[in-house]
């Protein structure tokens, strides 16, 4: 059925389009790897992320967040312009990332958290993995105080994990409705839960799940993050501008002021330490609107940093929060699946 009138609505509208201008695309990613278990959809293969940066090699213009922030400021935006960035600071951002970049000549930013480089320990999602979603055997129960309230799960008939199900379950991740064992269970109850901690506390979790698993703590090459030599080679070329992520990645609405404004400006302390030169982006920890705040964004504004970079979808257009730059998330898409979503992004 046609509702009279829609017609000349669509066209009107088509041009009420073009005339809000050009917008920006910021695509997200974290990881450029090819990892057995990715439960939380971190990592995009090096042979997808190539597909990718050939396509927007073709179709788009890329350009560095720190054009864009020129852009910005003199109010004029180029058209199908699209920005790379990379969140929380793993090590193939340099060792798969960066060679790949370099190779289509695409700029990019990568935000790092700075309380992981060199750090011996995995990212809190990681250790979870691999504490609970690796084969082998663990205790039937798992009792935990978190944050002062005791909490208990049944491992059940999945204490032990063999080999078969491990493989069986591979492709399994958070964004799935279905847990098809209660390992999947527990790594899905607990992500909530550690989350929103402090560092201590989480430490503290971890510390405790460790002991219980009865596994070494380890940091498995295929997980590491960047060290600082890492982050110097990384930032090399002036391809790659390097942006700060937090020390320690908690959800800052979370955090009282003075923890947020330590972990703002630490990271960016320590990251201009280790380049030598001044660090002026920021990218929010999880970044939806429920894990910063205004607050959050004023605290980045006054550390020194020109803009922040969120994680909900939109583009980016004059007018735009400086503070609160919208961006879409990638997956590990095919090179034709990624065409197809950066069509529908552009278009919008
Ligand atoms: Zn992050």
Not at 185 to 206: D, I, Q, T
Not at 227 to 241: C, H, K, Q, Y
Not at 329 to 335: A, K, Q
Request: hydrophobic share 35%.
């Amino acid at each position: 059925m046609r509702i009279p009138g829609t017609g000349n609505l669509y066209r009107v509208g088509r041009r009420i389009r073009k005339r809000f201008g050009p917008k920006v695309l910021i695509l997200l990613y974290h990881r450029v790897a090819g990892l057995k278990l990715d439960p939380q959809l971190l990592a995009v293969t090096p042979e997808h992320f190539a597909e990718h940066l050939e396509i927007l090699s073709r179709y788009s213009h890329p350009m560095s967040l720190q054009r864009l922030m020129a852009a910005l400021r003199n109010g004029c935006l180029p058209r199908r312009a699209v920005v790379v960035t990379f969140d929380d600071g793993y090590a193939d951002n340099l060792s798969c990332a960066k060679p790949l970049l370099e190779r289509y000549d695409i700029p990019a930013t990568a935000f790092v958290t700075t309380g992981y480089i060199g750090s011996k320990r995995e990212f809190w999602w990681d250790e979870l993995e691999r504490l609970i979603l690796e084969p082998g055997r663990l205790p039937e129960m798992l009792c935990l105080n978190i944050n002062g309230s005791v909490r208990q799960w049944a491992l059940g008939e999945a204490s032990h994990y063999s080999e078969a199900s491990y493989r069986q379950h591979l492709r399994w991740n958070v964004e799935q409705k279905h847990d098809p064992c209660p390992r999947q269970h527990l790594y899905r109850s607990l992500c909530p839960l550690l989350g929103p901690l402090s560092e201590a506390e989480r430490r503290s979790v971890l510390d405790e799940l460790l002991a219980w698993t009865g596994a070494e703590l380890m940091n498995r090459p295929t997980h590491r993050t960047l060290t600082p030599n890492e982050v110097i080679r990384l930032a090399d070329g002036n391809l790659v501008e390097i942006g700060s992520h937090t020390v320690t990645h908690p959800v800052l609405s979370r955090m009282p002021t003075a923890t947020q404004r330590t972990e703002i400006r630490q990271s960016k302390a320590r990251l201009e330490e280790i380049l030598g030169r001044e660090v002026s982006i920021f990218a929010y920890p999880y970044g939806t609107h429920a894990d910063y705040t205004e607050e959050t964004a004023g605290i980045v504004r006054e550390a020194g940093f020109m803009s922040a970079c969120s994680n909900f979808p939109g583009l980016v257009q004059n007018g735009v929060n400086p503070y609160e730059l919208p961006r879409y998330l990638v997956r590990n898409w095919s090179g034709e699946q990624f065409a197809h979503r950066l069509r529908e992004w552009l278009r919008n």
